[in-house]
T-cell receptor, first 111, second 116 residues
Framework: ELKVEQNPLFLSMQEGKNYTIYCNYS?????LYWYRQDPGKSLESLFV?????AVKQEGRLMASLDTKARLSTLHITAAVHDLSATYFC???????????FGGGTRLMVKP | GAVVSQHPSRVICKSGTSVKIECRSL??????MFWYRQFPKKSLMLMAT?????????EQGVEKDKFLINHASLTLSTLTVTSAHPEDSSFYIC????????????FGPGTRLTVT
């Protein structure tokens, strides 16, 4: 059974600071997704990582994937208040037809 | 492109009644639709996977007689919560996939169900 763990589950940080969210998963997979969720809203796709060593960046967010370590990171650079949200990673099963989500990281960026 | 809608966005119903939630892919044909449930401040849990024209595949622990899923066409899947109870109150999110692959999975805006 595929298990996906995120840490931290809650992160409070000051504007301008850097931080990394970690996503570990238990079985082999080459595809990992990062999503953002605002309160009361559905998921917004941030990144799709499709291979070992994949790195993608969008604004102040950068995601990477190490399939050998079964680890993905979401790095936040110079955080701003607008980044406050809950971030989820999700891992594909080997058949590529089912996502297992991590527990989510609730990020609060304080002015 | 790749827009998925859900209706209603919010619904309040009384215990014992049934409520239907619709999930539509607006600009593409969805081979597969997924239904998720999310409790407050928790992650998404996959409830079931439905393919057009066939019976849904339910995840372990999800009662198929309570959560009826119908995928009648390539653009519409419905989730009916039968004989709802307060513990069924949750945020229900559907997603639709063009090819059945997670890679092309597009999420709907969600439906907040409150059972009183």
């Amino acid at each position: 059974e595929l298990k996906v763990e995120q840490n931290p589950l809650f992160l409070s940080m000051q504007e301008g600071k850097n931080y990394t969210i970690y996503c570990n998963y238990s079985t082999t997979s080459d595809r990992l997704y990062w999503y953002r969720q605002d309160p009361g809203k559905s998921l917004e796709s941030l990144f799709v990582l499709l291979s070992n060593g994949a790195v993608k960046q969008e604004g102040r967010l950068m995601a990477s994937l190490d399939t050998k370590a079964r680890l993905s990171t979401l790095h936040i650079t110079a955080a701003v208040h607008d980044l406050s949200a809950t971030y989820f990673c999700a891992v594909d099963n080997n058949a590529g037809n089912m996502l297992t989500f991590g527990g989510g990281t609730r990020l609060m960026v304080k002015p | 492109g790749a827009v998925v809608s859900q209706h209603p966005s919010r619904v309040i119903c009384k215990s014992g009644t049934s409520v239907k939630i619709e999930c539509r892919s607006l600009d593409f044909q969805a081979t597969t639709m997924f239904w998720y449930r999310q409790f407050p401040k928790k992650s998404l849990m996959l409830m079931a996977t439905s393919n057009e024209g066939s019976k849904a595949t339910y995840e372990q622990g999800v009662e198929k007689d309570k959560f009826l899923i119908n995928h009648a066409s390539l653009t519409l899947s419905t989730l009916t919560v039968t004989s709802a109870h307060p513990e069924d109150s949750s945020f229900y999110i559907c997603s639709a996939s063009l090819s059945g692959s997670s890679y092309e999975q597009y999420f709907g805006p969600g439906t907040r169900l409150t059972v009183t």
